[in-house]
């Protein structure tokens, strides 16, 4: 038995490439997006001193959705993409689970509509979510898997947790060459 979906002409999903990687993260403006969670702040603040240390040459600017409700709305969105236009690369942090991690892919959807590459930490276990969330936002985006727990805003706590291991993923996520799938030029239509 199979699922007919109504005005599908195909089961081709249009799937936008993924903006190219950066070479390096030495010298270059980082972003740090923050979906309007209150864990995400945290998270983002580890993940940042980290990368500090090993980037001395690295710059940092932050963009926070006062609540991640707001990503919906058109004037929020263009001003996600204006921020990221002016970044190199962009980290977002979920700071939460569920229909959280909905807004976080739409957030660096953005981001990389801007022309900016862009990768979301996510509370592990939480991939199906964003992995769904980005193919209906058009692309196959990038995410880290955090080991830092849904709603947790002890920074200690999350310094902790946001381990070397951690950091790599990230760099790795950011400086990777593209696959085949993801360069991939839209299917036509």
Not at 95 to 103: A, I, L, N, P, W
């Amino acid at each position: 038995m199979g699922l007919i979906t109504p005005g599908s002409e195909s089961d081709e999903t249009e799937q936008l490439p993924l903006v190219p990687r950066v070479d390096s993260l030495d010298g270059k403006t980082i972003g740090l997006y923050d979906n309007g969670k209150p864990a995400a702040e945290p998270l983002l603040t580890a993940v940042k001193e980290k990368l500090a240390d090993r980037y001395p040459d690295a710059e940092f600017t932050w963009y926070h959705v006062e609540h991640l409700n707001q990503i919906k709305n058109d004037d929020e969105q263009d001003a996600v993409k204006e921020w990221a236009a002016d970044v190199d690369t962009a980290i977002g942090a979920i700071g939460d689970c569920g229909s959280c991690t909905k807004f976080l892919a739409w957030g660096i959807e953005l981001i990389e509509d801007a022309g900016t590459p862009g990768v979301g930490l996510i509370d592990e276990g939480f991939e199906l979510d964003y992995q769904s969330n980005a193919i209906e936002r058009g692309r196959a985006l990038r995410y880290k898997k955090t080991p830092v727990r849904c709603e947790t805003t002890d920074l200690d706590r999350v310094r902790d947790e946001v381990s070397e291991d951690v950091v790599d993923g990230i760099v790795d996520e950011l400086t990777r060459e593209l696959n085949e799938k993801e360069r991939a030029d839209p299917v036509p239509q």
